[in-house]
Every structure is written in C-alpha cells, then in structure tokens.
C-alpha cells in the first residue's frame, strides 16, 4: 500500500537554527499538508500546497515557515530560526488525484522535532 | 476553528460496540462527514466518510441522521487496539484543509 514517508523521525536543533523536515508523498497525488501537533494537543493546520504553490495556510505559518516542492517527490518545510516553541511533532500529507480537492488525506508518520 | 463536538473521552471494556457521536452543527450541503483515527505518536489515519444515512467498512459504519447535524461512529467489538483518538471533521468537496478538534480520546480496558 502507498504511503506517505518522512524523513527524519526525530530531529534536535539548537535554538535559531534553521531546519528542513522532509516528506515524499504518495505519487499520483496533487495535495499537499503540513500539520504540527504539540505534545497532548490537537493537531493544527500549518499549510496546504497545491499546483506548485501555497493553496492556504494559517496564523501559525508565519514568515519563518516555507514549503517547497524541489522535485517531482520530495516536499520539504523549512523553519529558517527555530524557537522553543517549535517543539513538535510535525505530519505531512497527501491526498486528492483530480482537480477537485480531495476529502481524504494520507499522512506521514511525522518528524519529532526537539528544540533545545 | 473545528466546526464539530464530540465528547473528550469514552472508556469501553474489550468486546463491547463503541459509539461515538459529533454534532455538526453548522454543516454546509456540500461537506461530507469524516472520520479519523489518530494513535499515539502516529498520523492520524482516515477511518470512513459519508455524507448521509449509514455507511459501512472493514473498520467500522457510520450513522447520519436525515438532517445531518450529527454522526455516529460505530465500532463493533473493540479490542485494546482501539485505544486511539477519534476525530469527525466536516469536508467540503474541495481543497478545504482538514481542521482536527480535540477528539475524543478511547480508551479500551482489558
């Protein structure tokens, strides 16, 4: 069965670093999520990426936050200077093969993301 | 913002159906009632969906009133697998990203 994959599983990063937090989604699909989740929260919308370009995103996706899709497979989230408060575990996903969004997203097993 | 309810949490011994109900209190015609299922340290995962009356698969049916401000998610036979988080979402047919809520939290009791 496809599925999504991220890359890496767990990631510490010193405070002001910037990271990139890797994902290749499912082949034949068009859509593309970033999600976080705070440890014993709820899981929160970052941004949604379609057609090689951001479709909507939230507050919480501010001006240190990016998305790129460098390739035909990878899509990539880059925080350019990382807080304490980034700590968390961030998921991917994919969904949607037409030009009519998709009801149903896969996502990734996520990357834990420490900063110290 | 969640535009769903549902209850916090929900204790079931092994074996017992397990019945979760959301309100959707403010669903628009053209969104589609979901279900997903989020374990510990894991991605939530897609359960089922429906957009009214009653909808079954492998894992588990879903129940929608005629007017569709409510969901019933029914699990047949929980086992300690099912200890997960369970979220309704409203979904347009669009590219309307998913906005999880809190869920509610089962917890499967030997």
């Known amino acids: 069965e496809p599925e999504v994959t991220q890359t890496p599983s767990h990631q510490v990063t010193q405070m002001g670093q910037e990271v990139i937090l890797r994902c290749v989604p499912i082949?034949?699909?068009?859509?593309f999520y970033w999600y976080r989740q705070i440890l014993g929260q709820k899981v929160e919308f970052l941004v949604s990426f379609y057609n090689n370009e951001i479709s909507e995103k939230s507050e919480i996706f501010d001006d240190q936050f990016s998305v790129e899709r460098p390739d035909g497979s990878n899509f990539t989230l880059k925080i350019r200077s990382t807080k304490l408060e980034d700590s968390a575990m961030y998921f991917c996903?994919?969904?949607?093969?037409?030009?009519?969004?998709?009801?149903?997203?896969?996502f990734g097993q996520g990357t834990r993301l420490t900063v110290v | 913002l969640a535009k769903t309810t549902q209850p916090i949490s929900m204790d079931s011994y092994e074996g017992q159906e397990v019945n979760i109900t959301c309100s959707h209190n403010n669903i628009a015609t053209n969104d589609y009632i979901t279900w997903y299922q989020q374990f510990p340290s894991q991605g939530p995962r897609f359960i089922i969906q429906g957009y009214k009356t009653k909808v079954t698969n492998e894992v588990a049916s879903l129940f929608i009133p005629a007017d569709r401000k409510s969901s019933t998610l029914s699990l047949p036979r929980v086992s300690l697998s099912d200890t997960a988080v369970y979220y309704c979402l409203d979904i347009d047919s669009g590219n309307t990203p998913l906005v999880f809520g809190k869920g509610t939290r089962l917890s499967v009791i030997a």
């Open positions: 996903a994919s969904g949607g093969t037409g030009d009519k969004g998709t009801t149903e997203a896969f």
């Open positions: 082949s034949n699909h068009l859509y």
